[in-house]
């Protein structure tokens, strides 16, 4: 616990920059005259994590927004770590060579430089607004384009509350909560093969509706988005209708579609062990939704 405690300020409470060096951060990003810019500007972040840290502002147009500015160096930081995890998945290497480890770091590695990028984090933010227009429970800020740069995103602030605030919640309202989590996961990987790479509890709040009562979740950072080909998320549908109907010409093909070749019939055995522990809970939940006619969770 001790440990989980102290990672857990990674997540919006790491030790943020002193105001003097947010100035100097922002000028760089935004010129001498940054402040100007903004009706107001706090000077004390609102929260601050690995990569970065977030201050609450307003604009002249009257609007409150997120103003996420990246720590200084960070490129260089990361390139350190990624040094120390290939050194450290040699080792494994050696221990366990039945493993290969090397994509392993390539995927990581891909994924930890595009999260310095915050102009991709903006289109990121600005597809998962297209796929969420309109949604009841799941809300992805705006982005403003003019208050941003590849080492500040701006963002509309979207009100919530910690998602640890509902753990002893009624039943009923931490199932809607859930239900929206597993929407705003699920949902662009099914429709449009993108799926949120990064999903701590410090990316999301939760939103009220009019009665005052949870109703959903804000998702707030997009630097982690994997886009996967159309056919590999096709792969996913495949398997996951396989196993429900205990259709194995289907379940191969989706294995197939992800590049095993030769299958035996023990690997194929083998890997729906694997591929039924993943999709266990989804298809028992559906299995019960087709057998007394209530919609699926």
């Keep these: 616990p001790e440990y989980a405690a102290e990672l857990a300020t990674l997540q919006s409470d790491a030790p943020p920059m002193g105001y003097p060096f947010v100035k100097r951060r922002m000028a760089a990003e935004l010129g001498p005259n940054w402040l100007q810019r903004f009706a107001s500007f706090e000077k004390e972040p609102a929260a601050a994590a690995s990569l970065g840290q977030v201050h609450r502002a307003t604009t002249h ?7 996420k500015l990246q720590y200084p160096d960070m490129d260089s930081a990361i390139e350190a770590d990624l040094n120390q995890l290939g050194f450290i ?22 994924r930890l430089r595009e999260e310095l990028d915050y102009a991709r984090e903006a289109r990121a933010a600005a597809l998962y607004a297209t796929t969420f227009a309109d949604d009841p429970v799941v809300r992805v800020p705006r982005v403003h384009a003019d208050l941003s740069t590849r080492r500040l995103l701006t ?16 039943l009923e309202v931490r199932n809607r909560i859930a239900a929206a989590l597993f929407r705003a996961y699920w949902h662009p990987f099914a429709d449009i093969a993108v799926i949120h790479g990064d999903p701590h509890l410090g990316n999301y709040t939760v939103f009220a509706g009019e009665d005052g009562a949870p109703a959903g979740v804000n998702l707030l950072d997009y630097g ?11 792969g996913v549908m495949d398997l996951y209708e ?5 259709d194995e010409a289907r379940i191969v093909h989706a294995y197939e579609t992800w590049g095993f070749s030769g299958l035996s019939r023990e690997l194929i055995d083998i890997l729906n062990i694997w591929a039924r ?8 939940d559906r299995v019960r939704s087709l057998a007394d006619g209530t919609r699926p969770g």
């Design 61 to 67: 147009a009257g609007e409150t927004v997120a103003c």
């Design 89 to 110: 998945f040699q080792l494994h290497k050696r221990m366990r060579p039945g493993i290969d480890t090397s994509e392993i770091r390539e995927e990581i590695a891909a």
């Design 155 to 170: 963002l509309e602030w979207l009100d919530g509350r910690r998602l640890l605030d509902f753990k002893e919640a009624p």
């Design 224 to 234: 982690c988005i994997r886009i996967f080909p159309p056919h590999f998320a096709g």
């Design 242 to 246: 396989g196993l429900l109907h205990d």
């Design 277 to 284: 522990f993943i999709y266990g809970p989804i298809l028992e």
